[in-house]
């Protein structure tokens, strides 16, 4: 879509405004108050493969770079998980 994930609320404005009719945008997003013009549906993840996509997702050097090398010291440091 061009804007990237988790867009600032001026850019998710600025991009759905420009979007014909019959579109659909697809990411993650507010609720921006004044677009009630639209039909906005809410999807919610199963809350155990949320909380495996975010244990992996913060150790994803590809996407993370030194933030993921961050998480794993802590997790190394953490003890008391086990792992």
């Given at each position: 879509?061009?804007?990237g994930f988790l867009p600032s609320k001026e850019t998710l404005i600025d991009h759905l405004n420009s979007m014909g009719n019959?579109?659909?945008?697809?990411?993650?997003?507010?609720?921006?108050?004044?677009l009630e013009d639209r039909e906005w549906i809410s999807?919610?993840?199963?809350?155990?493969?949320?909380?495996?996509?975010?244990?992996?997702?913060?150790?994803d050097e590809e996407i993370r770079?030194?933030?993921?090398?961050?998480?794993?010291?802590m997790r190394k440091k953490d003890t008391a998980c086990g792992c």
């Open positions: 879509n061009g804007t019959n579109s659909i945008y697809e990411n993650h997003a507010t609720y921006v108050r004044g999807v919610i993840r199963d809350p155990l493969e949320l909380m495996n996509s975010m244990f992996y997702y913060a150790v770079k030194t933030r993921a090398y961050k998480a794993l010291d």
